[in-house]
């Protein structure tokens, strides 16, 4: 079930990818969902896995901070849609990283911040500043994150 898990995400991810190279709203409101069926396979993926409480709570209470801080510095960025797209997707990479976390497979761990982290890339180039820099730190983060999670198809976790 997590090799489909992740390959299912994995698809979702590439999806994403495809929309989200045109600058068009409706594309990238779509890309968000692409993206966000992603993270929540992905979390289904982890959930497969022996599950620490702690380890879980940890990483969602930090992912949370994480969370509120990016929210508080994007909102006055956000309109429309995507002041109900933005916090729902975040919500769902919160849930995705902190799955990640209770799996207690550094692998999965370091490849789901490695992905919510090259979001933060993603959401400062569409909401805050255009700039070559964001693509630069974002993208190699993403795709080693998805490198990642494809090799813990075949690696196992602890």
């Not at 929540?40 to 993926?45: E, N, S, W």
């Not at 820099?133 to 993208?139: A, D, F, Q, S």
């Amino acid at each position: 079930m997590y090799a489909l898990l992740v390959v299912a995400a994995l698809a979702f991810s590439w999806v994403g990818d495809v929309l989200l190279v045109w600058r068009n709203k409706s594309l990238f409101l779509a890309g968000i969902a692409a993206f966000l069926l992603a993270h929540v396979a992905y979390a289904g993926a982890f959930a497969t896995h022996r599950f620490d409480q702690l380890a879980f709570v940890i990483a969602l209470f930090i992912w949370i901070v994480v969370v509120v801080i990016l929210i508080r510095w994007l909102w006055k960025y956000l309109d429309g849609p995507y002041r109900f797209a933005v916090p729902i997707y975040m919500a769902a990479i919160t849930m995705m990283v902190s799955f990640a976390g209770a799996t207690k497979s550094p692998l999965i761990a370091v490849a789901a911040g490695m992905f919510a982290i090259s979001d933060i890339a993603v959401a400062r180039d569409r909401f805050v500043r255009q700039s070559l820099t964001n693509k630069i730190w974002g993208i190699p983060l993403y795709y080693l994150a998805q490198v990642l999670f494809a090799i813990s198809v075949i690696q196992p976790a602890p």
